[in-house]
């Protein structure tokens, strides 16, 4: 068997379509859906990050503010700018790319960014919206993951999923969404002991720990759906991910590829979120 590929870049390439005619019935109608991103710092990769995703928004229609700071600003500099950005009605989502240089605290800064604008989907009022299955907004890589499922046609419902990883950001966040697509959830992480022994269980494996080839072929089930969330470099400095891709693809069902898997989706789901906080203003303001 040779597992046929998830392709990322055709699906956030769909979506994005979609994105950008909704945005135009939305500019149609007065409102255009702005993102702001603070970047501190000169971090190499957040700046790549940053540009993709600026690039992303006039791709789609979508206005963007991208603030950048020296990595001296202080905290409450920092606070005060993410408070006027809450007060700036042509905004509806803000984004602080992480990581922040270690002397500014990355939970007291997401805290500080309003609920209704947090389309990164990490303030706690998000995290406990999602957890008893709420509205609210969904971590991208997540969320992105689940398009990529249901693009497949891949029904968690009665499946069992395992997470290997448990980030905030990316592993606990994905138990919840296929806990609530009614999936049975294992998370793995590492104090797990025998993780070959979790991974052959799984219909759904989703690797993001950050490991390369932390995944083997004789870890996966036989027509298992393997997403691949992991951002390495291989010994010749090129991407990959934390799953054996060549190996795997052999024994798995459904597999995404490192890069043009998860990565294009996490972007695309930023912009969904953008636009939902835009048409969430709309609906407030028509009440």
């Known amino acids: 068997m040779t597992a046929q590929i998830i392709d990322g870049l055709a699906l956030s390439r769909q979506l994005r379509a979609e994105v950008a005619q909704r945005a135009a019935a939305l500019a149609a109608r007065g409102v255009r ?26 791709e789609t229609g979508l206005h963007s503010v991208l603030e950048r700071y020296p990595a001296s600003m202080t905290e409450p500099e920092l606070l005060a700018r993410v408070r006027a950005l809450n007060d700036d009605p042509a905004i509806h989502g803000i984004l602080v790319q992480l990581p922040l240089p270690s002397h500014l605290a990355a939970h007291r800064v997401i805290e500080s960014i309003s609920p209704a604008k947090d389309v990164d989907g990490f303030h706690l009022a998000s995290a406990g919206a999602l ?18 499922l249901e693009s497949i046609g891949c029904e968690p419902r009665g499946k069992h999923a395992v997470i290997i990883g448990r980030s905030n950001i990316v592993g606990k ?27 052959r269980q799984a219909d759904i494996l989703v690797a993001a720990v950050g490991r390369r080839n932390i995944v083997s072929a004789g870890m ?3 027509g298992a759906v393997v997403i691949d969330v992991g951002m390495n470099r291989d010994d ?25 898997g998860v990565g294009p989706m996490t972007i695309t789901m930023l912009l969904v979120n953008t636009l939902e906080a835009a048409q969430r203003t709309l609906a407030g303001s028509h009440r």
Request: with cysteine; charged share 15%.
């Open 33 to 58: 859906p702005g993102l702001a991103v603070v970047l501190v710092g000169d971090d190499p990769a957040s700046q790549i990050y940053v540009r993709n995703k600026v690039k992303a928004c006039a």
């Open 131 to 148: 957890m008893i299955g709420q509205p609210g907004f969904r971590p991208c890589t997540p969320s992105g993951c689940m398009k990529m």
């Open 173 to 199: 966040p994905m138990a919840m969404l296929l806990l609530h697509a009614s999936a049975t959830v294992t998370i793995c992480h590492s104090a797990t002991r025998d993780l070959a022994h979790h991974t």
């Open 220 to 222: 996966v089930k036989s």
């Open 236 to 260: 010749q400095g090129k991407l990959c991910g934390d799953v054996d891709f060549a190996g795997v693809r052999e024994v798995a069902g459904w597999i995404t590829p490192v890069p043009g």
